[in-house]
């Protein structure tokens, strides 16, 4: 089985600051980790692999850096690492990411499920994984919890709010899966440096691809960032509700509804 698992570097914190210039994310400075649903899809690209044998591919578009994500997947036990690099790749919308995502799984050939998470911790539009089924024409699944694979047939419980939908589909298929799917191993410090010393990231750019740079990055985006607006946090007063539990809990239903906040 040759599954694929897109994973992209996020910043590792919530003090995330802004060029108030071009709207995008600056990215100097700050701590990166693996997204963290990206995580659960490598995860569950193991199990699988484990289970039915095959090979586990990382894939990520990023700047140079994101390749310390990549090396860190190698360590957790992916065996083959692609970052897709290159200055035209720049300033890409969703449409523009999963293009040039789509093109490299296009390039890499024959697979048989691409795993992606639901959605990321900084842009958190949950649109890659959907946009990226729709251009490689595959059937998707998305927010899956749980995921199994019988001969063809790919099984997932997908998760909503009032509950959960089992779902099927025939492979080749991409699946988007939440955190509640598993709990992801941690690499050890000697995997951390035999990723380093003995693995390989590979880089291809637009050229490689045969992308033209109008159709990646900023050229290629669909949606133009016009402004970026920071939520600003006024401190409110603080009210305390006295008495039994069902007074607080009415005082409160009240406060709310007089606020029409319910
Ligand atoms: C006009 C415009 C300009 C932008 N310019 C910039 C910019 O200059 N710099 C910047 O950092 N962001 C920029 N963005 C944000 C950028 O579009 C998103 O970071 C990117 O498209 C992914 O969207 P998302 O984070 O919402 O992913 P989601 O759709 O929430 O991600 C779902 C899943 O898709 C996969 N995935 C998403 N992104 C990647 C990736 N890059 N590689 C591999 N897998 C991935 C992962 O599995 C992830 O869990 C810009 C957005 C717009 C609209």
Redesign the pocket.
């Known amino acids: 089985m040759n599954i694929i698992v897109?994973?992209?570097q996020v910043p590792g914190t919530n003090d995330v600051r802004l060029d108030p210039e071009?709207?995008?994310?600056i990215r100097e400075g700050v701590p990166s980790i693996i997204?963290p649903?990206?995580r659960n899809?490598l995860e569950k690209a193991l199990l699988l692999r484990e289970e039915h044998g095959g090979n586990v591919v990382v894939?990520?578009?990023?700047p140079p850096q994101a390749e310390v994500a990549l090396r860190d997947a190698l360590a957790i036990g992916a065996d083959e690492a692609i970052l897709l690099c290159d200055k035209a790749f720049?300033?890409?919308?969703?449409l523009a990411?999963s293009f040039t995502?789509g093109s490299a799984i296009k390039k890499l050939g024959h697979f048989d499920l691409v795993l992606?998470?639901?959605?990321?911790l900084?842009?958190?539009?949950?649109?890659?994984?959907p946009q990226l089924a729709e251009l490689l024409d595959l059937p998707q699944i998305t927010y899956a919890r749980r995921v199994e694979i019988q001969g063809e047939i790919l099984k997932a419980e997908r998760v909503f709010e009032e509950g959960y939908e089992l779902m099927e589909t025939r492979l080749p298929a991409l699946v988007?899966v939440t955190r509640e799917i598993n709990e992801p191993r941690i690499p050890s410090i000697d995997q951390i440096m035999q990723s380093y010393r003995e693995k390989e990231v590979k880089t291809w750019g637009a050229a490689y691809l045969g992308l033209y740079e109008h159709s990646v990055g900023?050229d290629g985006?669909a949606?133009?960032?016009s402004k970026i607006y920071k939520p600003e946090f006024g401190k409110g007063k603080v009210e305390f509700i006295e008495g039994s539990m069902e007074d607080m809990a009415q005082g409160l239903l009240a406060k709310l509804k007089e606020r029409n906040l319910i």
């Open positions: 897109c994973l992209k071009t709207g995008s994310l997204n649903e990206d899809a894939i990520s578009m990023g720049a300033g890409a919308d969703t990411t995502l992606c998470g639901t959605k990321t900084d842009g958190n539009t949950g649109q890659v994984g988007t900023l985006s949606t133009k960032m």
